[in-house]
């Protein structure tokens, strides 16, 4: 297969290019920084199955550029969207509207961008997979900004799952829940159930492989917030404050 991953230079990104080279498909990386995307094909032995790709994903015209210019080389059949970032509010009652911009210009609009850059040249049987996040399920503190990106880009993916049936291109949303990955070693507050970066891209591909539409891990993690969600609203706004900053 010829897979296409952004948000490849780190984290979960990274590990679904290491795990996938030692599949021997081809991968192509793509990231915002010529230096990392060196160093993952440093840590790939040079893999002749790697190729990299540059741009950022908040660079609307580098982005249709670069995806573009990529698959006039490669038939994708896998693309994996995975590019994000995570800032939290801090204080509320003057929070910076600009945090909320660039939450949303890379996990909103930087989805968008590649989805548009890659959708056209996407041929019947080929697969779109977008990483939203388990914090959209529930109104988590601090996270206005990085829950309604995820809540957002992830109602966007599935509308598009039933308006590309009829091109017979399947749309898969992922929302995985606590992982280990520099974005979450950079929290203050404990996170239940995380998993690391293998048992997280174990589960993606297998996912992925078996065709179905939403991957959600740890499954537990994802009951108990779609639970809590259904509890009365002073419950859960108790629930939520008690994930203070340690
Ligand atoms: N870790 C978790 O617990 C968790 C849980 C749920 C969902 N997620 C989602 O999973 C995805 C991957 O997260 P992660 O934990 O692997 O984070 P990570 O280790 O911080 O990796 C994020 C990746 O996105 C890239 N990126 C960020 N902004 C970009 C931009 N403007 N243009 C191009 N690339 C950009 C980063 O590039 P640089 O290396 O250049 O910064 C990096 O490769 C994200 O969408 C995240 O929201 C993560």
Same mark, same amino acid.
């Given at each position: ?5 952004t ?9 679904? /290019?290491? =795990?996938?080279l030692? =599949? ?10 010529? *230096? ?5 094909? !440093?840590?790939? +032995?040079?893999d ?6 540059? @741009?950022?994903?908040?660079d ?5 550029e ?7 080389q ?29 939450? @949303? ?24 997979? /977008? ?25 966007? !993916?599935?509308?598009?799952r ?6 017979g ?18 929290? =203050? @507050? ?6 690391? /970066?293998?048992? !997280?891209?174990?589960?993606? +591909?297998?996912?992925? *492989? ?10 537990? @993690? ?8 259904r ?16």
């Open positions: 297969m010829n897979i296409l991953i948000g490849a230079t780190s984290g979960i990104g990274k590990q679904l /290019v290491l =795990d996938y030692a =599949d021997g498909h081809h991968v192509i990386a793509c990231g915002r920084s010529q *230096d990392k995307l060196d160093s993952l094909a !440093a840590e790939a +032995k040079a002749e199955h790697l190729s990299t790709c540059i @741009f950022d994903v908040t609307r015209e580098q982005t249709l670069a995806l573009q210019a990529c698959q006039e490669n038939n994708l059949d896998c693309v994996i969207l995975s590019a994000g970032v995570c800032e939290y509010i801090d204080d509320a009652k003057h929070f910076e509207p600009e945090l909320v911009d660039r939450v @949303f210009a890379a996990n909103f609009f930087g989805v968008v961008n590649s989805i548009a850059g890659v959708l056209p040249r996407m041929k019947r049987g080929s697969k779109l997979v /977008v990483v939203d996040s388990m914090a959209r399920m529930f109104q988590f503190t601090r996270a206005e900004a990085y829950g309604a990106s995820k809540a957002a880009i992830h109602y966007f !993916a599935g509308s598009l039933t308006d590309l049936i009829k091109e291109i399947q749309v898969i949303t992922v929302s995985p829940g606590f992982v280990k990955t520099p974005m979450t070693d950079a929290n =203050d @507050f404990e996170m239940p159930m995380r998993v690391t /970066v293998e048992q !997280a891209s174990a589960a993606i +591909k297998k996912g992925i *492989d078996k065709g179905k539409p939403h991957i959600a891990f740890p499954r537990i @993690f994802g009951f108990i917030l779609a639970f809590l969600q509890l009365p609203y002073r419950v859960q706004i108790a629930l939520s404050k008690r994930m203070k900053q340690s």
